[in-house]
């Protein structure tokens, strides 16, 4: 075992940013050694619908030679579940945080046989998997967005509610910051990513708020941008939650680029899928789910011409969903996992490949 590099794919970045350089084999006596704050594994939280999502995927990963990607390894709490349970199971897990795979590696000793850890973006998924030399998996799965790790771990600068570096970085190996996009990018950029990734309606304000305070201060830590924000808030705003919420959720967007990697993610994994293979995906907030939702949409609609009287093969869809619609936590795991409570989970298994 040991986490393998790869080089991952571009990521589009805005105005002035580099494109991600990182190296390309390391070896697992390089493997990285996580942060002193790296979480105790009895500190890790459970694994969001742990049960549905074996319960969806266990069909596909029962049988001999079942290969699973686990497109979000994070701590490995899934994969560690999938491959207790699945004795014939080979994992491929994958994660763009150094530190998420260390962790996993860890705790997913005793199925080294088993595992592969690369270290990519999860639109590297078909060049991950051809590196290992497998063409094809049985099944998927997508547990999106940040950790409770990199949640917790306060120097990363995730969380609004505590000061810490405007970093924001899942791959700590990625130049673009949300430092950089604060004293970078314009007042028109900021707008645009407040509204798009934030859904924030004072977006215009805020931009503008921030673009004034770097004239004569630089953001450095989350703290100032807290007060900038929460200082050009109405009151009356500010009582329905949180001023810097959005701002700080749309900031992380763009610094790991998660919309447009998820949307070319999506697709790749798709490709990589079996026919008769399932990919399960959980998305925590809705600008993720409607890519999600309109991805799984798409391959599971006959391509047939409207007016056409008979289907013929090459029109039938290529997926079929196995849940109609999106499925929540029940309110019993929501109670136990706070982390459940915005959960959108999808499923689709492929019935047949394109000619
Ligand atoms: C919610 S956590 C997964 C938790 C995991 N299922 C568990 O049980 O421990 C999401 C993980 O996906 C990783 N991640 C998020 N976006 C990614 C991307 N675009 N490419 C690769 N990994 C990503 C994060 O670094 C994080 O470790």
């Known amino acids: 075992m040991g986490i393998r590099l790869q080089d991952p794919a571009p990521v589009a970045m805005n105005n002035n940013n580099d494109n991600n350089d990182m190296n390309n084999e390391m070896n697992s006596d390089k493997t990285p050694d996580a942060s002193a704050e790296r979480p ?5 939280h459970t694994p969001v619908l742990l049960e549905r999502s074996i319960e969806l995927l266990g069909p596909v990963l029962a049988a001999p030679g079942a290969i699973l990607v686990d497109a979000t390894l994070g701590m490995g709490g899934h994969a560690e579940a999938m491959l207790t349970r699945f004795p014939g199971l080979t994992l491929v897990g994958l ?11 860890e705790r997913l000793k005793p199925f080294r046989d088993r595992i592969h850890l690369v270290h990519t973006v999860y ?6 998997l051809a590196g290992l030399g497998i063409s094809e998996v049985q099944g998927i799965l997508f547990d999106l967005g940040v950790s409770s790790m990199q949640l917790d771990q306060v120097e990363r600068g995730f969380s609004y509610s505590k000061d810490a570096p405007l970093d924001m970085r899942m791959d700590s190996t990625s130049p673009l910051t949300a430092e950089r996009i604060l004293a970078d990018y314009s007042e028109g950029d900021l707008r645009r990513i407040f509204q798009e990734y934030g859904e924030e309606k004072l977006a215009g304000r805020y931009a503008k708020a921030i673009v004034e305070a770097r004239a004569t201060t630089p953001f450095v830590r989350s703290a100032q941008l807290v007060e900038v924000i929460t200082k050009v808030t109405p009151v009356a705003v500010q009582r ?52 999600v939702k309109r991805m799984f949409a798409a391959a599971s609609q006959s391509s047939a011409p409207a007016g056409l009287p008979v289907e013929l093969p090459e029109h039938k869809p290529l997926f079929t969903l196995l849940i109609r619609g999106a499925e929540l936590a029940s309110e019993e795991e929501k109670a136990i996992n706070p982390r459940a409570t915005s959960v959108r989970l999808r499923a689709a298994e492929r019935l047949r490949r394109a000619e």
């Open 123 to 128: 639109d590297g998924i078909l060049d991950a």
């Open 40 to 44: 105790q594994l009895n500190e890790i």
């Open 95 to 105: 994660d763009r945080d150094l530190d998420a795979l260390a962790i996993a590696e």
């Open 240 to 291: 329905m939650g949180h001023p810097a919420k959005r701002v700080f959720q749309a900031l992380r967007i763009e610094v790991n680029q998660e919309l447009a990697v998820l949307e070319r993610a999506i697709p790749a994994a798709m490709e990589a899928v079996a026919v008769g293979g399932r990919i399960v995906s959980m998305a925590y907030q809705s600008l993720e789910d409607r890519i």
